[in-house]
């Protein structure tokens, strides 16, 4: 899929909106801790900044309840938090952080009954969509933007439909979405945004190394990426599951009012109510061939 | 081998008791050549097959070796003895080919082509659609124009189109043309006084359609009192006159000829009917007039008219006719449509035609009794006054949606379970930290890491090479099997070339096989001909996709290679097929259906 079309003045320029998950629930049993996830990914985020003067950073952060703007590096709110260990930047970027932290908990109601519940990416996802519309409006000369999903909890499916419908709205407005996924099982949602918005989706196997991925694969803007081979995934599932037996299937029956699946022939949808019609039996012109051909 | 020429190790014997000599047989459609191995031999023979006139050969039960002998038109005999019966086989049926083909009477044709009584319609129809389908003309050349498939056999699976093209033949019909033909302009010969009208019959018909006086005028004049030559002699020279604008002159001819007059006068058949309309209207109809609409308060009725011509104006208006009637009249005769399917030359026939449609219509409008009670019955439904109703008590169905978070829970339950992940179900690890608990451990890590400040180095170098490792090895492992874009497909990459040959291929491929596995289990000769046809031609096809393969760059003949093997397989399948019921054959069942050899 083309990138965003330029009205930029340079090609290589990118905005970068990154979605951060910040579940508590899934860093507290993760196998990469916290502090070592932010310091791999703060200095890709000030490598980003090096790679063209007019790179943006955007960061949002994914919380278990809530969502929240952390850090711009373009605006001039960058207070001097110095304390000679940390570069500016990321200082104020904790600082944010640890206010989020603080709001989002004080959201919780209940006791987690031991699972791990998703974050709210599509929560995130909106509130970077409405970021990058707003830049789109901003006038003539802005940057290519692209959302990178850092992402860990697994999905959450009450949150399917908002997060497809956010997919399809960055797919229509041509912004890629990037997605690493860094928890122990597959989410089917970021390798489906990604693979519908055209971005790279990438499941890092040593989590060590992750400043390492991050820079391979998701640093370079959109413009060279028509020169570079990225990974890609070998295969994304696509396949439906049945409403009857809600197994996964790739070959069944469709109701034409509603389109909900079934696997075996039913009679009446029971989704919508509409009954089916019979069947119509394909009537074989070739009937049989044998009977047609005289015999000499 | 194509079926154009047949090359066996033969033994060619003059005579039967001849112990033959060895050599290679070639057959051609023209040919037969005969090349003993030991070029000193004197066996070497060279006979076209027009010479040739029937063949004999041995049974494959008896006893005897493989003999097929070809009687020639001087009675002479070739004998050639061949290794097995299945080249025996060979060679006959390409001689029967032959010779049916040449039209020689063989002994026993091989191939027997059915005879079709098609018709005139049918064969158009199926022109029609090879033309249209250039897939369809493509798979047609090559199997029947090839004789691997017969035109029989061909469309016989295509019924169905055949079908739908002939009825969609007899649904349309043309109606007029929305120019205005009717209003024909003379031409004119600058030199001499005459003026030329030109008629054709699309012409007349439109005319008598738009002019239903016109139309009267010839069914009462025409044969009895002129011919039809007179007849629109007249009537031209009253559109002649009307052309000028001289309602004066024509008011003079008017009165000298009665017929002329006719032409001449307004439709009073037309303005019957307006009247008749006007009085059908639905008075609930909705039209909106506003001031612009009320001319009748304008002097002239908002017409600029010079007063001095008022006077002799209103004698003559029964001779004056407006180009807005002539397009308000064209407009409503191409409405309603072309009700008449007659042969337009005979003009008589048409008219009638026309008369008789047009009878009908006013039987149905007389007929009106009960539309009449309808249309006052619903103007009286229709100004009723709102407000004042009662509530209008429709039963309604209820909606029934189910929840559709039952839906998407266990799809995604599903996409987890299937997404290939190491573990096979879905296990989540069990956090038992309380909320606190957790986010204050988050909370720890950001203070430490703001206390230590990033990690030096960020990335060991062992694991940054570990990685770049990996991740290079698998983006061009996964790029050699899918490519760079995972919405492209295979086939696009290919050449356009190839791309076409493939799936030209594969459509062939499967009009073969269609028949291949529809002529089994073989009952009759027809249908074993049939097949040896069929596996003749899917012998062919191995070659040609090998050759495709080859044509390909190198790093595209993998993707290539994995197309072609479905194909492979199915035409291996076949071929299987076939000689394992060869070999039933062969080995022998005792009784055979009728017929088979």
Known sequence: MAPAPSKLYADDVSLVVVLLDTNPFFWSSSSLSFSQFLSHVLAFFNAILTLNQLNQVVVIATGYNSCDYIFDSSSDLNRSFENGRMPVM????????????????????????????????????????????????SGALHPHPRILCLQGSPDGPEQYVAIMNAIFSAQHSLVPIDSCYIGAQNSAFLQQASYITGGVHHKP?????????????????????????????????????????????????????????????????????????????????ASDKKRKTPET | MASRHVTKRAKYKTTIKDPGTPGTLRLTLEKILFVPHNPKSAGKLDVEFRFIKGQKHTKEGSNKPPWLNLTNNQNGSFIFEFENYSDLQYCRDFVGKVLAKSGEVSEKPTVTYPDEQLSAAEMELRIKLLQEDSELQKLHKQFVLSDVLTEAEFWA????????????????????????????????????????????????????AEKPAVHRA??????NKMSEKVFWTKYFRAEYLHSTKNSIAAAAEAAEDEELAVFLKLDDILASEARWKIRRVDPTLDMEADEGDDYTHLPDHGIFRDGSKDMTESQNELYRRTLSQDINRHAAVVLEGRAVDVDLDDTRAVAEALAWSKQESSTKRESDGDTNQERLAR??????????QGPNNLPSAPLCIKDPRDYFDSQQANALRTSGDALGRTEQIKCSLSTQEVYGSLRQSISVIKAMGLKDPIVKPEVAHQVFDALTNSISTTKYHIGKNPHESVLDRLPKKTKDELLHHWTSILELLKHFWASYPITTSYLYTKVNRLK??????????????????????????????PMLQALDAAIQHYEADMQKRSTGSVDKPNGYV
């Open chain 1, 90 to 137: 990321c200082s104020s970027l904790l600082q944010k952080l640890e206010e989020f932290l603080i709001k989002d908990e004080q959201f919780s109601k209940e006791e987690p009954d031991g699972r791990i519940k998703s974050s709210l990416l599509s929560g995130s996802l909106s509130m970077a969509l409405c970021y990058i519309q707003r830049v789109f409006r």
């Open chain 1, 205 to 285: 196997q040593n989590l060590d190394g992750l400043f390492q991925y991050l820079m391979t694969i998701f640093a370079t803007d959109l413009h060279s990426r028509s020169f570079l081979n990225l990974p890609k995934p070998v295969g994304v599932d696509f396949r439906a599951s049945c409403f009857c037996h809600k197994d996964t299937i790739d070959m069944g029956y469709i109701c034409s009012v509603c389109l909900s699946i079934f696997c075996k022939h039913h009679k009446k949808c029971s989704t919508c109510g509409s009954v089916f019609g019979q069947a119509q039996s394909e009537v074989a012109s």
């Open chain 2, 157 to 208: 699976t295509r019924k169905k189109l055949l079908d739908t093209e002939a009825n969609k033949k007899t649904k349309q019909r043309l109606g007029f043309k929305s120019a205005m033909i009717s209003d024909i302009r003379p031409s004119t010969d600058g030199r001499t006084n005459k003026v030329t009208f030109n008629l054709t019959p699309e012409i007349i018909l439109q005319i008598f």
């Open chain 2, 218 to 223: 010839f069914l009462s004049y025409v044969p």
């Open chain 2, 379 to 388: 103007v009286s439904r229709m100004t009723e006054i709102e407000d004042l």
């Open chain 2, 536 to 565: 003749d031609a899917i012998s062919n096809i191995y070659p040609q996709l090998e050759e495709i393969k080859g044509s390909v760059p190198s790093e595209l003949r993998h993707q290539v290679s994995l197309l072609v093997h």
